[in-house]
């Protein structure tokens, strides 16, 4: 069974830094194109940043370039986000999803994780 398993939420102050995990099990990471996805209250699920399978090019949302880096580690089957300079509208719970590119809409990716919460606030 192919499955997804983020970690590494938390509560952080404005300014402050996480590193989300996204780590594989059933399948191995290296054929996978893998983006991070985030879905705050009342909001749509968006796409926050993607790291490619063929090459690791790596995409980033807007909101998010400068500010959050996205990296993988196949050897530990692992891709992470490392996000810094947090603000309070990064308050979301984030989801990593594998497809295999980066460049299909969010309904293409699967293997979807079950979250874990970020929240940045005082």
């Known amino acids: 069974q192919l499955q997804l398993v983020e970690s590494g939420g938390g509560l952080v102050q404005p300014g402050g830094s996480l590193r989300l995990s996204c780590a594989a099990s059933g399948f191995t990471l290296d054929y996978y194109a893998i983006g991070w996805f985030r879905q705050a209250p009342g909001k749509e699920r968006e796409g926050v940043s993607c790291?490619?399978?063929?090459?690791?090019?790596?995409y980033y949302a807007d909101s998010v370039k400068g500010r959050f880096t996205i990296s993988r580690d196949n050897a530990k089957n692992t891709v992470y986000l490392q996000m810094n300079s947090l603000k309070p509208e990064d308050t979301a719970v984030y989801y990593c999803?594998?497809?295999?590119?980066?460049?299909?809409?969010?309904?293409?990716?699967?293997?979807w994780g079950q979250g874990t919460q970020v929240t940045v606030s005082s």
């Open positions: 999803a594998a497809d295999l590119g980066c460049h299909g809409s969010i309904d293409d990716f699967g293997s």
């Open positions: 790291i490619s399978s063929s090459d690791g090019s790596t």
